[in-house]
């Protein structure tokens, strides 16, 4: 197969980009929306044409509409992050666990635009359900963006979060040995050893799933491909790297985390998996092309670097 300087999704596949710096740029745009429409009329007649249809296709997927648009289930579909678990992960973040840190600073990371409108205007993140396609996939982002006004709201109480907030606590989970912190603060910081042959070594030999995870979605690398190009294609790599992740522990679950801000980048709202939306909107070639291919890379990540050519 064919070898390459980088490791890149084709065009198709750039709105499947979860990194941390595209998640930033979201919450940037989320934050215009606020500006835009906060104070603006519901959303609700844009959509009205196909509302029985949608209610059905809704229904169908074990969700309820609530009476204020929102999608509702036992389950509150969307991650969300309240704040006893907020209290309880900073108090373990100061005692010094560093996978807690580094949990810590993703909270904050997520959150840190959002704190940036004033309270008044935050709800204006809800419009991005202007940009949905049908009322289904409409009540599905709004509840997603529902989901982060939620959690943000819990975490320090909605005060403003300071940029240094974020990486010092990265910065603290690296040093204590975090290996997702470690690959998340060299790319931050444009550590030239970010994406190298020995960081890609050091991921897979320890199934570290999220430092995995951040790796296939923040870099370009001439070593991944020339360790692995024998099983993966150059133009699915991305894919192929992302979907392992999911294989080896990386929450990729329908609702999860991930798949709300996945939902809230790229407008790619689906009530399913990681993989269960790679593989819907793929072509049937292309499904088994990329089946074939996780398969082979899991299958040189177990035999480990002895194994490797």
């Known amino acids: 197969m ?5 490791l890149r999704a084709p065009r198709a596949y750039d709105r499947f980009v979860v990194g941390v710096v595209a998640v ?13 429409y906060s104070g603006a009329s519901s959303d609700s007649t844009k959509f009205a044409v196909n509302d029985k249809l949608n209610e059905n296709s809704l229904s169908q997927q074990g969700l309820t509409q609530r009476g204020d648009g929102h999608i509702a289930s036992a389950a509150r579909f969307w991650h969300r992050t309240g704040r006893l678990e907020f209290e309880n992960l900073q108090r373990r973040a100061e005692s010094g666990d560093a996978a807690s840190q580094r949990e810590l600073a993703w909270a904050y990371e997520r959150c840190r635009n959002i ?31 529902q989901a982060l006004l939620d959690e943000c709201a819990t975490l320090d109480d909605g005060k403003v979060i300071p940029q240094d907030a974020i990486r010092l606590w990265l910065r603290q989970a690296a040093l204590g040995g975090d290996l997702e912190a470690q690959v998340r603060d060299k790319m931050y910081s444009s550590d030239p050893a970010f994406g190298d042959t020995a960081m890609w070594d050091r991921v897979i030999v320890q199934h570290d799933a999220g430092a995995l995870h951040t790796l296939a979605n923040a870099t370009g690398s001439e070593a991944f491909v020339e360790r692995f190009g ?78 490797w050519r």
């Open 2 to 6: 064919k070898k390459t300087q980088l």
């Open 24 to 36: 930033v740029l979201c919450l940037l745009a989320l934050w215009w929306c606020a500006r835009q």
């Open 115 to 145: 704190s940036l409108i004033a309270p008044e205007n935050r709800s204006g993140v809800l419009s991005i359900a202007r940009a949905m396609p049908n009322v289904a996939q409409a009540r599905v982002a709004r509840e997603a963006a």
């Open 230 to 307: 024998h099983v993966v294609d150059e133009d699915v790599a991305f894919l192929v790297v992302g979907l392992a992740a999911c294989r080896l522990g990386h929450d990729c679950t329908a609702g999860s985390a991930m798949m709300r801000h996945l939902c809230l980048l790229s407008l790619q709202c689906g009530t399913g998996s990681y993989e269960e939306l790679i593989m819907e909107g793929a072509p049937p070639q292309m499904r088994e092309r990329l089946r074939l291919q996780v398969d082979g890379f899991m299958r040189e990540v177990e035999k480990g670097p002895e194994g």
